[in-house]
């Protein structure tokens, strides 16, 4: 099996910023894409961003482009999120996602991913 481990979380102030990371251990071959997701209270868990293993293609939901980065380091089996002036509506449970098994139209959707991290919680004050 894989399992995903994230770290970084934290509560801050509009404005600042916070650095994400989730590293993968188990048989982490073959990975095709990894990604962000987060979840408010009484919200859907909502994609934030996500980038190809092989290609380094990256996709960012429209709210966070120009303000969130996201990076991996394949040696490492480690996905990063380098998120940037944050706003208090940024405020969610963020869970990190690999997708082993190749599918169609479902980068942005958690149906397309195989395991997930146990999540971090990210609190932005004003």
């Known amino acids: 099996h894989v399992q995903l481990v994230e770290s970084g979380g934290g509560l801050v102030q509009a404005g600042d910023s916070l650095r994400l990371s989730c590293t993968a251990s188990?048989?982490?071959?073959?990975?095709?894409?990894m990604g962000w997701f987060r979840q408010a209270p009484g919200q859907e868990r909502d994609f934030v961003a996500a980038?190809?293993?092989?290609?380094?293609?990256?996709y960012y939901v429209d709210s966070v482009k120009g303000r969130f980065t996201i990076s991996g380091d394949n040696a490492k089996n480690t996905v990063y999120l380098q998120m940037n002036s944050l706003k208090t509506e940024d405020t969610a449970v963020y869970y990190c996602a690999a997708s082993y098994i190749p599918r169609m139209g479902a980068i942005k959707y958690p149906r397309g991913y195989d395991y997930w991290g146990q999540g971090t919680q990210v609190t932005v004050s004003a």
């Open positions: 980038i190809s293993w092989s290609g380094g293609t990256t």
């Open positions: 188990g048989r982490t071959f073959n990975t095709y894409f």
